[in-house]
């Protein structure tokens, strides 16, 4: 069975200096990686996937994810964070059988912002 | 931009009472899919639902639930004896395709509390 563990189950930045959100994966096979982030009260919204292409994924607000193979990591980066980033952050790995696939979601990251 | 949309935003059900769950899939989604999140914990997989039938289902769906697309657009999740455990946030979410490689589109969930 495939998992994600989240590192960090809280981290806190200032704006305008890099975010970092470590996810690490366990599968017995190429995964499907997404990050999905939930602002308070609103549903859960694609940042970006990784569906073996390219390793580094460019994801919407500035947010981006590499894959490493070799730390079996698709730890998430953002150059300058933003108040508006504040929210909390889901690592997903993809499951997938008898081709219907299912998400199996890691224990999320709350985000925090400070001016 | 079409979504995924959820009613009621917010249910409390006395212990034994049924609930139903609504959802709207983005309309030219295939594969739609019933997610939780009891309170501090992971989002947890439910149940698959393609072509009118259950395609996979967790041990949590037990027969207390069922799912049902009834006109071709509403799709919902019924608990027929709800639980104290059953309060958590349920999440809707549709898909174009089963493939892992396809990201799926969630709604903005449904907090249900069960007194």
């Known amino acids: 069975a495939q998992s994600v563990t989240q590192l960090d189950s809280h981290v806190s930045v200032s704006e305008g200096t890099p975010v970092l959100l470590r996810c690490n994966y366990s599968s017995s096979y190429s995964p499907s990686l997404f990050w999905y982030v939930q602002h308070p009260n609103k549903g859960l919204q694609l940042l970006l996937k990784?569906?073996?292409?390219?390793?580094l994924v460019k994801g919407i607000n500035g947010f981006e994810a590499e894959f490493k193979k070799s730390e079996t990591s698709f730890h998430l980066t953002k150059p300058s964070a933003h108040m508006s980033d504040a929210a909390e952050y889901f690592c997903v790995v993809s499951e997938s059988s008898g081709g219907y696939n299912k998400l199996i979601f890691g224990a999320g990251t709350r985000l925090a912002v400070h001016p | 931009e079409p979504e995924v949309t959820q009613t009621p935003s917010h249910q409390v059900t006395q212990m034994g009472q049924e609930v139903i769950l609504r959802c709207v899939p983005i309309?030219?989604?295939?594969?739609f899919y019933w997610y939780r999140q009891i309170l501090g914990q992971k989002v947890e997989f439910l149940v698959s639902?393609?072509?009118?039938?259950?395609?996979?289902k967790s041990e949590i769906f037990d027969d207390q639930f069922s799912v049902e697309r009834p006109d071709g657009s509403n799709f919902t999740l019924k608990i027929r004896s709800t639980k104290l455990e059953d309060s958590a946030m349920y999440f809707c979410a549709s898909g174009r395709t089963g493939s892992s490689y396809n990201e799926q589109f969630f709604g903005p969930g449904t907090r249900l509390t069960v007194l």
């Open positions: 309309s030219n989604h295939l594969y």
């Open positions: 990784y569906t073996s292409a390219a390793t």
């Open positions: 639902f393609y072509n009118n039938e259950i395609s996979e």
